[in-house]
């Protein structure tokens, strides 16, 4: 139930543009020559718009709040559910999650979580159960403006029992009834008073934004002492932190948003490395790989990284399934996936991959057919022109625009690559890329692209695409604009799937329901999948402990782990 916060949330992926200058760097003392050194320089390619742990879906949110504070649950290296703010993961066996029946005579559950003892905020206040309860609150208000609220609104009520464990009772029986990812408690000795003075501007003056140094705004290991806006972040060590003491007594995350430029500081010194979840490209990697592979590690990590294109339904010409269909069809990912990254990213059927357990391929298929995307262009009315191009009986082309991360080298490349193939099918397609603040602070979640929107969904195992597909997700102005579902897709089956799935706790009467609902997937095209991501990771020789997941779960989340060897 709950894992679709964590996707919800921080699920998104990106990398931008903007000119830095490679002699910008921060504080030197983590470089390579600077032996027995206490501080890392991280180089990352999207500056967060916001640190609230749950307003605008960022990755490079995630990355920088995994090293000051930590979800209830998160999914380990080996993609198995295991506590990250909890003592002990609930479970049906275990007792600490019971069924009960709802108020409304209805099947619910009961869970029970328990805080650690020594967790405590940096200004030296204790995490409670009060803190919990008011995450449930903001996250349930209609006018706060969270991502993934609906997920909230699972919880029936929250019971605090005491100070450091409470009761979430839940008002439907889920298979994700212990998997709150995406739930980062919230202080309530600093954010209830902003929040309680005008709900519907909370987002705008939250003290993540208004006071990012505030220590008592984060419990991890690290607080962030230093917050420049679209440059740089600097941590250094909480002393309130409970866990194992981390190796680093400061950490520099800096924001470079164009990967050739990201390339040069690492290679000038000015960054330690290059973070894998928000970084170089696989054929940057490649080619950085085969030049430094002396002086850098590069690890690749295969995962759940889904690059798609998503399709703006309310435009009238893609709101045509055969439209859709046939910009598929016309799409040779096979020949882009070799051309650009080595046969190294495989081409997606649908959002789920195919080393997730529900992954069937018994669906749709677009291969490359050029005469069948000819044909279901001509049903739909556009036809070939003397010109090359498709045009409609008014004479209009057939001509859309696609908008992105500026700066993203390999994204452009996609573009490009993109651009001329549908040009082959009489297709004219525009490239406008915005930097990734605006992408994805504003575009996307007011919908503000007028045909098609390239971008990647980092994802959980088996994550339940309610974010994605439901169309209570559609953001809009009724719902402060939440929700993850751009394309504006509405399919009232989907909508029964996706909640079928959200109550079936048996995993093997799941499959089916999965299955049905990869061959709508398949068959609508919501957007367009491309392929699956493969991250590198440009890491220092002397840098030990960093180990990708292949999930959403980001390497930070460890990384008290993390240490250097000489």
């Not at 390339?263 to 290059?274: C, F, T, V, Y």
């Not at 004219?428 to 602070?441: C, K, S, Y």
Request: charged share 25%; with cysteine.
């Amino acid at each position: 139930m709950l894992r679709r916060l964590l996707i919800g949330l921080l699920a998104l992926l990106a990398a931008g543009c903007g000119p830095e200058d490679a002699s910008t760097g921060t504080s030197r003392e983590g470089s390579p020559d600077a032996p027995g050194s206490k501080s890392l320089t991280i180089g990352i390619t999207q500056y967060p718009a916001t640190l609230h742990p749950a307003i605008d879906p960022m990755l490079g949110k995630l990355y920088v709040l995994a090293m000051t504070m930590r979800p209830l649950t998160a999914f380990d290296h080996d993609w198995r559910l295991a506590c990250s703010l909890c003592v002990t993961l609930p479970t049906l066996e275990n007792g600490l999650a019971v069924l009960e029946t709802t108020p409304e005579g209805e099947p619910g559950l009961a869970v029970t979580w328990e805080i650690p003892a020594g967790a405590t905020w940096g200004d030296g206040v204790p995490v409670t159960s009060r803190d919990a309860l008011f995450t449930w609150q903001v996250g349930k208000h209609p006018q706060s403006g969270i991502d993934a609220a609906e997920a909230y609104g699972t919880i029936e009520a929250l019971e605090v029992l005491d100070d450091k464990r409470f009761t979430m009772h839940l008002n439907r029986r889920t298979p994700e009834y212990n998997a709150a990812g995406g739930l980062f408690l919230l202080p309530e000795h600093l954010e209830r008073p902003v929040f309680e003075s005008a709900p519907a501007e909370y987002r705008h003056r939250t003290k993540y934004d208004t006071d990012p140094t505030n220590p008592g705004l984060y419990f991890g290991p690290y607080r962030v002492v230093e917050a420049v806006h679209g440059s740089h972040v600097t941590l250094e060590r909480n002393p309130t932190w409970y866990g194992r003491s981390p190796y680093f007594d400061r950490i520099v995350v800096r924001a470079i948003e164009r990967t050739t430029t990201l390339e040069a500081n690492l290679l000038s010194g000015s960054l330690d490395m290059i973070a894998g979840e928000l970084g170089l490209q696989l054929d940057q990697a490649q080619a950085f790989e085969r030049r430094h592979g002396d002086r850098f590690a590069v690890v690749y990590e295969h995962g759940l990284l889904y690059e798609h294109i998503d399709l703006n339904l309310d435009n009238p010409v893609l709101a045509d399934r055969r439209v859709r269909q046939a910009l598929l069809y016309a799409l040779d990912r096979e020949a882009l996936d070799r051309q650009l990254f080595g046969g190294q990213q495989p081409v997606a059927l649908t959002f789920v991959h195919p080393m997730d357990r529900p992954w069937t391929d018994a669906v749709a298929h677009y291969p490359f057919e050029p005469a069948r995307a000819a044909a279901l262009l001509d049903e739909a009315g556009w036809r070939l022109a003397d010109d090359g191009m498709r045009r409609n009986p008014a004479g209009e082309p057939l001509r859309f625009e696609i908008v992105s991360t500026a700066g993203d080298k390999s994204r452009e490349l996609v573009e490009q690559v993109l651009q001329s193939q549908w040009r082959e099918a009489g297709i004219d397609l525009r490239i406008r890329n915005e930097t990734p603040r605006v992408f994805f602070g504003d575009t996307l979640p007011r919908r503000a692209f007028e045909d098609m929107a390239l971008y990647g969904i980092a994802a959980t195992p088996e994550p339940v695409p309610r974010q994605t597909l439901h169309s209570s997700a559609i953001p809009s102005a009724a719902n402060n604009f939440s929700g993850l579902n751009f394309p504006g897709f509405a399919d009232a089956e989907v909508d029964r799937l996706i909640e079928a799935l959200e109550t079936e706790l048996d995993p093997e009467a799941r499959l089916p329901i999965w299955h049905r609902l990869q061959q709508i997937y398949a068959d609508e095209l919501p957007a367009l999948p491309l392929f699956f991501r493969t991250n590198p990771y440009v890491l220092p020789r002397w840098l030990t402990g960093v180990r990708p997941t292949g999930h959403v779960t980001v390497t930070t989340n460890w990384i008290e782990e993390w240490a250097r060897t000489e």
